[in-house]
């Protein structure tokens, strides 16, 4: 169901050494931030630990006009282990994580939030005393993540299995201080078994995934109803290489049968999708150079929220209104990387077609409802987009500590079924970087890297009907590590150098006050000792 893609997070590696960690402390002075975490790894006779904790505390943070975002404060902590055992073929892993957030809900008014006066919602100073507690609205948000990881290896076969079981609790406090306005629970798991055959030019996998999913409301006032869901997806994948020309395909069906018998609201709902998903890709490989092709198929069935969605989602200050009538998102795609590079000098292509049909999107519309602007879910029958992910890194022969690196990320999205574009598509954006390393100069110097980093993002003057032009700007950061040993490490930073006034495409609160800015100039140190 990841039409654009997925993001991957790998947990860090287990520890080579008998001990090694961490403790680290962050300050930023835009909003008083102070980020606080430790890490400890250790092994000992096949048996791995792994423990890491944070702890962050942020105020309101500062406008480029020197005035203070109310409510944009919040608090963090988390807490999470990695315990491993290894034996001969067989490893095991078990995972558990514990974070809790308390974030305040910043541009909550009373009347249409994209009429009030930004100075109705900024204050211009911060008082230490009470500005660091969380102030109504605000939301409590406890996550827990439990995974348990085995594999067994035997000749050419890789037996792995995966199981996964997430809880997410988010309570929302609005007029009333001892009564949540919201009190959802999520509870989703995740089994996958699989079976990997490999060989010096032959990788075939086979495996299935098992997704049970339940959102329950704890009190009767709801954004989105009760609903539980199964999801089942099996799928294998076949890669070959030869003589430097290589071939890859995987092919998944899944079946989702999604449920909501909700009597608070009065809904009784009962439907399943189902479809096949696809990729098939070639590449060849020719001394510094990569060429790959790829096309691919996917498909995305509605979520609960899509279909159910009916209230004020404080988060985003938007009154969301799904549709019951949703099917499923079918996608393919076609898409080109090159890659080249040598001692000085790399670069990486990749441009991209991908043509949808059926398309889910959240329209603004020109409604308001109990004072927020009324945002539709709905289906558009065509959307193209295209575009192009380029990645330069140069440093010269004759200076080889100079890194400049740029990225462009350039995205064109056509909605066929109107004249004008898709709501909440990000601008094309340009990045650079210049970074010197002070590799030969330590002994005269503790300065380890200074960098300068540049983000320009264009003009998104493609936008969906009542939704509004976003004007281009610029962002320049500034960045000095030093190493002052071998263990502690220091950087000091700037950002947004030039006190740039600037609010993205896709800022959740671009839709009040006429787009409340992000962070000015600001100050940052990091410190970390390492063990």
Same mark, same amino acid.
């Given at each position: ?10 947990? +860090? ?10 403790i680290?402390?962050?300050f ?40 203070y975002? /109310? ?87 890789? /037996?792995? /299995? ?19 306005a ?44 009760? +609903? ?5 997806? &099996? ?27 909700d009597?608070?609201?009065?809904l ?12 098939s890709g ?27 969605s ?37 670069i ?26 009324v ?88 936008? +969906? ?51 409340? &800015? ?14």
């Open positions: 169901e990841a039409i654009g893609g997925l993001l991957y997070f790998k947990d +860090a590696p287990f520890a080579n050494d008998k001990l090694k960690g961490f680290s402390t962050a930023n002075n835009s909003s008083l931030l102070s980020n606080n975490k430790f890490g400890v790894k250790f092994n000992k006779k096949n048996l791995f630990f792994n423990l890491y904790g944070q702890y962050a505390i942020s105020s309101d943070y500062r406008l480029p006009d020197n005035t975002l /109310f409510n944009s404060r919040f608090k963090q902590n988390a807490i999470k282990f990695s315990l491993g055992y290894r034996y001969k073929n067989w490893q095991n892993i078990f995972r558990a994580q514990i974070h809790n957030e308390f974030p305040g809900i910043p541009g909550h008014v009373h009347g249409d939030p994209s009429k009030v006066d930004i100075n109705a919602i900024t204050s211009i100073e911060l008082d230490l005393a009470e500005d660091f507690s969380i102030k109504k609205p605000w939301q409590v948000v406890n996550n827990q993540l439990l995974i348990y990881e085995t594999n067994y290896m035997l000749n050419n076969f890789k /037996f792995e /299995f995966y199981a996964g079981h997430f809880i997410n609790n988010l309570k929302e406090y609005g007029e009333k201080l001892t009564k949540p919201f009190d959802l629970s999520l509870s989703n798991t995740l089994l996958s078994p699989s079976l990997r055959y490999i060989s010096n030019k032959l990788t075939l996998q086979i495996g299935s995934q098992f997704v049970f999913q339940e959102n329950k409301n704890n009190i009767n006032d709801r954004l989105v109803p009760d +609903a539980s869901s199964f999801n089942l997806g &099996p799928y294998a994948l076949i890669e070959y290489e030869k003589n430097n020309f290589g071939v890859n395909s995987g092919m998944r069906y899944d079946y989702k049968r999604l449920s909501s018998d009597q608070v609201l009065d009784d709902y009962d439907n399943s999708f189902n479809s096949t998903s696809f990729s070639l590449y060849y490989r020719f001394i510094d150079h990569i060429l790959r092709m790829t096309f691919s198929g996917a498909y995305r069935s509605p979520h609960v929220s899509e279909l159910f009916d209230g004020v989602h404080h988060g985003t200050s938007r009154y969301e209104i799904g549709d019951k009538k949703l099917g499923i998102e079918y996608a393919n795609q076609i898409d080109l990387k090159y890659q080249w590079s040598n001692d000085h000098l790399g990486v292509i990749n441009p991209f077609i991908q043509n949808i049909s059926d398309f889910i999107s959240l329209d603004p519309t020109d409604s308001v409802i109990s004072g927020y602007k945002y539709n879910y709905m289906q558009y029958d065509k959307v193209e987009i295209n575009g192009v992910e380029m990645n330069l890194h140069y440093h010269p022969h004759q200076l080889h500590n100079l890194h400049f690196e740029q990225s462009y990320s350039f995205l064109q999205a056509r909605n066929k079924n109107s004249k004008y574009g898709l709501a909440l598509v990000p601008a094309n954006s340009v990045k650079t970087k210049i970074l010197f390393k002070f590799n030969d100069y330590d002994r005269l110097l503790k300065l380890y890297d200074i960098s300068i980093y540049h983000i320009y993002k264009f003009k998104q003057d493609s936008y +969906a009907e009542y939704e509004e032009l976003t004007d281009s700007y610029n962002v320049i950061n500034l960045q000095l590590g030093i190493k002052l040993n071998s263990q502690f490490h220091c950087s000091l930073g700037v950002n947004n150098v030039l006190n740039e006034t600037y609010t993205p495409h896709i800022s959740r609160v671009r839709g009040i006050a006429g787009g409340v &800015p992000n962070p000015g100039k600001s100050f940052n140190i990091n410190l970390k000792y390492e063990f």
